[in-house]
Each structure stands twice: as C-alpha cells, then as structure tokens.
C-alpha cells in the first residue's frame, strides 16, 4: 500500500524531472523545437535618430553666447537679534538698497522676531558680518560683493552695538 507521503513526493519529482531536463538542456546550448521557433521579434528602429543629434550638436551656438554667470542669487540676510537669516532671491543687477529693502518685507512678511521698530529700509545697513564696522554702499551692484551672506543693523543701534562689541573685546 503506498503512503499519501510518497505518493505526492513521486508526483511532484516526476513533474519537476522533466521541467529540468528542459532547463539543463538550454544550459547547454541545446534548444528544443518549441523554443526556436517562438524567436522573439526585434522591434524596429530608426537609425537616422543618432544622425539627428549630431546635426543639432553641430548647429547648435557656440558657449561664447550663453551667461556664464547666474541670472540671480540666493543671499541670506541676517537682521540683528534675529534667531536666523532671511533667504532673498535677487538679480546680479540689484544694488544693496534693494537687497535691504526686500530683506526688510520679506522679514516683517513672515513675522519673525525680534519685530523691527521701523518698516522702512532707510533705516537699516548692511555689513559683511557683525564685526565689520564697515556698512556696504547702498548703490553698489550685488555682481561685485564676494559673498552671499550679511548682517542688517538698524542705523540708530548700529553704533551703539560695534562700540559695544569692540569694548567687550569680542572683536
């Protein structure tokens, strides 16, 4: 009498035999009938495509017409007492004013803290950095600063704070 256990292990090795010997015989580099001639079609191409492209590559104008420099900057602003800059996204052909003026929006816009005790751009300054004593002039062009961070300082406080960040020796 034959077990149920053996009875299923002698189907399936008898189903999986033949699906070997299919498997090893491709192996092998024999292919039977049925796998030769169901050859798989290859789709058609266009070769004038590569052609194409070389043609554009060589019409196309010379770097010599394109910017070398880009059209706009990223340049953080950081406001006195602030916890963190404020992004500004400004053409190379804004001068420092401008900078400041958008700064100052953008800064009251998303109503950061400290509030600034005046709205108007006039009243700040821009330096390189809290210890430069040094403000930018307000008409230079943005193409010829060397950097893209700096420090905006209200007018009235900015001598007050250099002289005392120079007392305390902190420069």
Known sequence: MS?????RNSHVETHRRGRLT???????GHTSATLSSAKLRRPKTMPDLVQDRKRAA????????FPRQPTK???KVMMMGSLGPVQVLMTMESTVGDLIAEAVRLY???GRRPILPSKDASCFDLHYSQFSLESLDRNEKLRKLDQGTFLCVQRNLKKV??????????V
Do not use: C
């Open 73 to 75: 900057l990223l340049i």
């Open 161 to 170: 704070t250099m002289v005392e960040t120079v007392r305390n020796g902190v």
């Open 22 to 28: 299919e498997k090893s015989s491709s192996f092998h």
């Open 3 to 7: 077990n149920v256990k053996n009875h």
């Open 58 to 65: 060589m019409t196309t104008l010379p770097p010599e017409f």
């Open 108 to 110: 009251v816009k998303e």
